[in-house]
């Protein structure tokens, strides 16, 4: 792959349009609100009221039963996906109701479809989810993919239980199901190990390398008899003891003379130090506590509700890919996947259906490569001409705002409640001094209809919020009258630098 790939719309499309067997390792961490009620996630249609719908919001979770829905699901059970994935939906329908769930779940079989067709034959999935839905969706998988290429059900601690415990237990894990596309699957044995750290061993490590030597390296005495007791070629003495030794008696004089075999006294029989240096480490399990989630001090958060942990992903992607291979993150969120795979040299493909999410991974990018690395990243899908701000408007007004704000610089609103008219806010230095910042409150209207009070409102916000200065972005030609407002609303002067 020549650059590494960015799109902004809408996942199953994007995905329909990759080459089969292209991708190398695939993560995702699709959005469901697991901390909305249990109870109210499966209520039956009509039975409570629902927020809108995906994505509506930035970071809103929600799925929400719909007739679009139902019509979904019908083109999928009628052939619009495999037999064995058609008859879990339908299944599932049965069992859950038309609800949340389901309507999570129709939405998710058509990309894990294709999911499964851009895997090469080699190639891994690793699915975020949390134990609201993690058991449907390993049925959803075992019918599209094989349950007999299901590799793992990892836990992720990403919490410590602090809920009140009166009634329950506080849930305090992520689960990530691992499939491969065949049994040919990447697999890293050597990073299937967590390095030892000699400051922090538990207990029987401590409890098995006591020795130290000269040059202070710990390490344990190994046997070296060989199991096999019919062994003639290796049966000899070695210091006045005689066995049937795992090593040729010459490996065994090497070993000797350069320290490593050793007797402990005279009649003892010889043994050889095994260095703890020279291990591989602890070997990991399938329950992962050593990771910390991100807390409200961490350095690489970005502010993301969803966001995970650079060094859960780097893990993953040492697992199951090697340098130069393609990784795929269908869900890109604040770009984590992406910033993993640039870090271990593997080539990636990140999709996301919201503008604020590719213009927080790209600003992501730069600040943690610089801008070179925007040589090496295509991004797709973002306006280049009037004809494609219109079309983001048509599609998502909410994103064309964000992308709008964007443009001269400035930080889009994250949501757009109670937002007084603002879209999003510019900081400049007033006096030279970080210290000493002045904001530009910017407004954006994209649609025709356009009249002086739109400047007006903004003025009024600027001097309510005693913001230094306003921009006011329309997509169409402004009216006389707003340009007559716009000549009679003074002007700010100051020595400044604006980055717009």
Known sequence: MDKNRLYYGDNLEVLRKLPSSSVDLIYLDPPFNSARNYNVIFSRHGESEHGAGAQIQAFEDTW?????????????????????AAEALTAFRTLVGENDALAYLVNMAPRLVELHRVLTNTGSLWLH???TMSHYLKILLDSIFDPRTFRNELIWQRTLGKANQTRKLPNSHDVILVYGKTDKTTWNLDDAFIPYDESDLDPKTLGKYTHFDEDGRRYRLDNLINPSSDRPNLTYEFLGITRVWRWTKERMQEGYENGIVIQTKPGTVPQMKRYLDEQRGIPLADVWTDIPPLNSQAAERLGYPTQKPLALLERILRLGTNPGDIVLDPFCGCGTTVDAAQQLGRSWIGIDITYIAIDLIVKRMLHTFGKSVLDSIDVAGIPRDVGGAQALFDRNPFDFERWA???????????????HGIDGVARFTLDGSVKNLGRVLVSVKGGKSLNP????????????????????IVQHEPTRGMLDVVNHSGTFTGSSELGV
Do not use: H
């Open 405 to 419: 704000v964007s443009q001269i610089n400035a930080q889009p609103n994250e949501k757009q409640v109670g937002d």
């Open 129 to 131: 989810c949390d134990p």
């Open 453 to 472: 009070g739109m400047v007006r409102d903004l003025e009024g916000t600027i001097t309510a919020q005693k913001a230094e200065m306003g921009v006011l």
């Open 64 to 84: 929400a039963w719909t007739q679009t829905t139902s019509e979904q699901f019908d083109e999928y059970v009628g052939g619009g996906i495999p037999f064995r």
